[in-house]
């Protein structure tokens, strides 16, 4: 065995005659039984004839079944874990003769997990105000506002405007029509321009608007772009909020007071925001320990890193509205790009699995139970189903790995000395 660099190994292997000849002899029987040879019956032509005829193919066959066996039990002898797909080279194969070769590959890294327990990390238990209370409210009372219709009057701020909107030019293509769009007239986040051009118009009127998109709006088609739109008024609404008392709580859930109401609010944003807090502080005491330790990792783990990156990445601009099969992606440069952050999460992976070994943190039947009775639930299947289709795709071994994680962060959280933020921080 000879050490390449980091992670990657050779091995030089020798198959014993006996071994070849064995299986050698088995594949030209395989073959014999099915061939059909002019003059023969299957399974009737000579030994020699199959060998002639076939002899590229028993080859193939015989390597195919002789070197990953041969090269598993040499990496077994030696205690290494091969990760990725070996390259055999300088292969000799000659009839009568031991068959030799060399196997370069990657193993699974070996490294000492230094002490884990009293990392520090910066920590403070999330506040909840009165005010973050009251805002969470009125967001509470806007889902549940009503819109009322007015009496035909010229537009004014604060009115909504029930509008129809079809671009007459600026856009590619068929036109962009929208119909009932909602404008907030005056409204903060309401364009500058459909405010103006609505402001004192009366239901029934026809106005015109030039809309300039910004570069990252949410449609392909208007980012970017200056588009003018006709307006056609509709309808002028004006948005009712319910009032904030216990009718209101009573309404809104199992609360049978306004108070009980804002109690269960501030307890669901500490929960949020510890969560969030918490969340932080795992990912910087990660970074502590990956920190901490020095050690190669195989290209194989690094691969299947960058692809998981980008396919995150994938995810996130289609989830964003964004025609992902129209990118013209530079993946050489992509991978370059995130290879420093791909390294850390083979690193942080690698060290997370061996304190879970440490500290035999595994992921319980009941645990993974739960999860898939969720995952039935939401998908309204019976849970024998899913636990069955999980478990053939693979996702229920997944389920139990990602568990184990986050039980194992949970414990470096745990175990940490938490320090408070300095004074003047956020």
């Known amino acids: 065995m000879s050490l390449i660099e980091g992670c990657k190994h050779s091995l030089e292997i020798e198959i ?31 030994d020699s004839l199959i060998r002639q005829r076939f002899q590229g193919d028993i080859r193939q066959r015989v390597l195919d079944r002789l070197l990953p066996k041969f090269l598993d039990k040499a990496a077994a002898h030696e205690g290494l874990n091969i990760v990725s797909r070996p390259e055999v080279t300088d292969l000799h194969f000659h009839e009568g003769e031991p068959v030799r070769f060399k196997a370069e590959f990657e193993v699974s890294p070996t490294f000492d997990l230094q002490e884990a327990r009293g990392l520090t990390v910066t920590y403070a238990e999330p506040l909840v105000t009165d005010e973050d209370v009251e805002k969470r409210l009125d967001e509470l009372r806007e889902q549940k506002a009503e819109y009322v219709n007015l009496d035909p009057r010229p537009a004014q701020d604060n009115d909504h405007a029930l509008v129809d909107m079809e671009s007459i030019s600026g856009t590619e293509g068929a036109a962009v029509k929208q119909q009932d769009v909602n404008v907030a007239i005056g409204h903060a986040d309401t364009f500058a321009e459909l405010t103006e051009a609505l402001r004192g118009a009366v239901p029934g009127d026809v106005r015109e608007a030039e809309i300039s998109y910004p570069e990252n709006y949410a449609s392909d088609k208007l980012a970017g772009k200056t588009v ?16 904030a008392n216990d009718d209101f709580a009573k309404d809104l859930g199992d609360f049978q007071s306004l108070d009980e109401l804002k109690e269960e609010i501030r307890k669901s944003i500490f929960r949020e925001r510890e969560y969030m807090a918490q969340t932080d502080a795992k990912n910087a005491l990660l970074d502590t320990l990956v920190g901490t330790h020095d050690f190669p990792v195989p290209e194989a783990y690094v691969e299947q890193s960058l692809k998981g990156i980008a396919e995150r990445r994938l995810t996130m601009l289609a989830q964003q509205g964004i025609d992902v099969s129209k990118l013209k992606l530079d993946w050489s440069k992509l991978r370059e790009a995130n290879r420093d952050q791909a390294v850390k999460e083979v690193k942080a992976s690698l060290l997370l699995e061996k304190l879970a070994d440490r500290e035999t943190i595994y992921a319980t039947n009941e645990e993974v139970d739960r999860e898939v009775h969720r995952i039935a639930k939401q998908e309204r299947e019976p ?6 289709r999980l478990q053939e795709n693979g996702t229920l071994g997944r389920i139990a ?3 184990r994680t986050e039980k194992t962060l949970n414990w470096l959280f ?3 000395r938490k320090e408070a933020p300095a004074a003047g921080s956020s």
């Open 16 to 46: 014993p005659i006996e071994d070849v000849s064995a299986e050698t002899e088995a594949v030209v029987e395989e073959i014999r039984k099915k061939a059909h040879l002019q003059g023969f019956r299957p399974g009737k032509a000579p």
């Open 401 to 403: 790995s990602r568990i």
């Open 228 to 243: 003018r739109f006709r307006l056609t008024l509709k309808a002028l609404r004006l948005k009712e909020l319910p009032e």
């Open 383 to 388: 849970v024998a189903a899913t636990r069955k």
């Open 414 to 416: 745990e175990n940490a």
